[in-house]
């Protein structure tokens, strides 16, 4: 059973931090570029960040960058999102996906990640 989950969702106070977990089971993400989308409610979904597995190469969205990390363990089959300094407008639904390749797509491209988990909800109050 091919399965891709994320989780480490919860509610926070501005300037506070999470981190996020993806953890894929029945394939291994050692092959695949893998990002990190967010959905708030009404809004479309946005690419935040993105991992290479051939170089470890990482890209993030300006709104995020030098306030989150993406960082892969391999051998665990997981990708983690840090989250620090987080601000209300980062409430959202944050899921992670597998890109077609082991490079990074660009992040408005969405289409290029094939493989969507389940989400977890982050929720950060003023």
């Known amino acids: 059973d091919v399965q891709l989950q994320a989780s480490g969702g919860g509610s926070v106070q501005a300037g506070g931090s999470l981190r996020l977990s993806c953890v894929a089971s029945?394939?291994?993400?050692?092959?695949?570029?893998i990002g990190w989308y967010r959905q708030a409610p009404g809004k479309e979904r946005e690419g935040i960040a993105c991992?290479?597995?051939?170089?470890?190469?990482?890209y993030y969205e300006k709104s995020v960058k030098a306030r989150f990390t993406i960082s892969r363990d391999n051998a665990k089959n997981m990708v983690f999102l840090q989250m620090n300094s987080l601000k209300p407008e980062d409430t959202a639904e944050y899921y992670c996906?597998?890109?077609?390749?082991?490079?990074?797509?660009?992040?408005?491209?969405?289409?290029?990640?094939?493989?969507w988990g389940q989400g977890t909800l982050v929720t950060v109050s003023s």
């Open positions: 029945g394939f291994s993400l050692d092959d695949y570029a």
């Open positions: 991992i290479s597995s051939s170089d470890g190469s990482e």
């Open positions: 996906a597998t890109a077609i390749g082991s490079v990074c797509p660009p992040l408005q491209l969405d289409s290029m990640f094939d493989y």
